[in-house]
């Protein structure tokens, strides 16, 4: 059972990070190897159209192009402390996938990552990226074969390779102290905003932060630091799919209820009997029946303001987005955006905007979509 392993991460995992050594390898890779601090770029032109001063946190510009590599990084790091030398993760998009392979790579590790066999088919380029940095990818043919099938396999595999295997788990889920665990090594990214609103606004706090949630760990991240700061208002956005009430859809806070999943007590999208209800979404990294449990406790405590985006309204963003900034955001950030509405702001409101991921591995859906 997958006790003795979570249990010996849950006794060791604070000690490790707040090591010095750990600490000089963390930081220096984040600095010479992912490229931080990412930029806090000032969109002018969404600015004067929206009239508000907008913030977009480049995370797209991490190397492999989002922010999971922060998590990878860190739990990797990790597992070489506890002398692990096997790897392995589950994938959906395939974005954690692939930071997960490149740091296997950058660190002479072995690595396995489970991918539902759709998942496979609807993200070949990812696919192709794992296989050439060596990882072995393992189709899973069980369940719906997507993130959440991938997930289970990728837990059974723990269990029955306990001593000299790490389970990367790529976002904000999972048993304790993942959620906790993920969330301290995404937190950089909102420790690098308040320093760079310090230089180009001369406060910390924005007046709001925006992130998409899927399983929250782009979102965990760039909430972190603001957390206790009443005067920044914390702004999440699912994806509603085709629409909330059409079954097709992820929209966890809107449709779930309180359920186990992975480990975690949290929100998730059930059947009446607790059957796991599949989640849809254009956007692969945001199809999760769940959500992180920080993220279930800020929707239940009020100190977030849930919205969702559907996939029309993300596909639309990700188009505006890349002629009005030349950026291409991953489907998965576009959905961030669609909280702008005209006419809600004040010239001097300051709003960051998560960027968690490029688009380059959603351009055959943007040229579906568009043409
Ligand atoms: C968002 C990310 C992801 C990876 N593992 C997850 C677990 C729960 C929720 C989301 C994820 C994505 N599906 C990916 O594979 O990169």
């Not at 392993?5 to 490790?16: A, F, G, M, Q, S």
């Not at 929206?50 to 590599?69: P, Q, S």
């Not at 702004?235 to 779930?256: D, F, P, Q, Y």
């Not at 059930?270 to 769940?290: C, F, R, V, W």
Request: net charge neutral; with cysteine; charged share 25%.
């Amino acid at each position: 059972m997958l006790f003795p392993n979570v249990e010996e991460l849950r006794l060791k995992y604070k000690e490790i990070i707040e090591r010095s050594d750990f600490q000089k390898e963390f930081e220096q890779l984040l600095k010479d190897y992912v490229g931080r601090p990412t930029p806090l770029y000032f969109a002018k032109r969404l600015s004067e159209e929206y009239n508000c001063k907008i913030y977009l946190k480049r995370e797209d510009l991490c190397h492999t192009g989002a922010h999971k590599i922060n998590n990878t990084i860190g739990q990797i790091l990790i597992a070489k402390h506890l002398g692990k030398n096997r790897i392995i993760a589950e994938t959906g998009a395939g974005q954690h996938g692939v930071a997960t392979a490149t740091v296997c790579a950058l660190m002479g590790l072995s690595c396995v990552v489970y991918m539902g066999a759709v998942d496979i088919e609807r993200q070949a380029p990812n696919v192709a990226r794992m296989k050439m940095l060596g990882a072995d990818v393992r189709a899973v043919h069980s369940g719906s074969k997507t993130l959440k099938d991938a997930t289970n396999e990728a837990i059974r595999d723990w269990i029955n390779n306990p001593t000299e295997t790490h389970y990367v788990i790529g976002s904000v889920v999972g048993p304790h102290p993942y959620p906790d665990m993920v969330s301290k090594f995404q937190s950089v990214i909102s420790k690098e905003i308040r320093n760079q609103l310090v230089e180009k606004e001369g406060k910390e706090s924005p007046d709001y932060v925006v992130a998409c949630v899927g399983g929250g760990s782009n979102a965990a991240g760039v909430f972190y630091h603001f957390l206790d700061d009443q005067k920044v208002k914390i702004i999440a956005v699912e994806a509603a799919g085709k629409g909330i009430n059409t079954g097709k859809s992820a929209a966890t806070t809107a449709l779930g209820k309180v359920g186990i999943i992975h480990g975690s007590k949290t929100l998730l999208m059930q059947t009446k009997d607790g059957q796991i209800t599949e989640p849809h979404s254009i956007s692969a990294g945001l199809d999760y029946p769940g959500i992180g449990p920080l993220h279930a406790h800020l929707y239940k405590s009020k100190r977030g303001q849930f919205f969702s985006a559907t996939d029309d309204e993300a596909m639309e963003w990700g188009l505006k987005l890349t002629r009005m900034e030349g950026i291409i955001p991953a489907i998965e950030s576009s959905h961030a955006l669609s909280f702008l509405k005209k006419d809600t702001f004040s010239k001097n409101n300051v709003l960051v905007f998560s960027l968690s991921g490029r688009g380059d591995k959603d351009l055959a859906t943007y040229m579906e979509y568009f043409d």
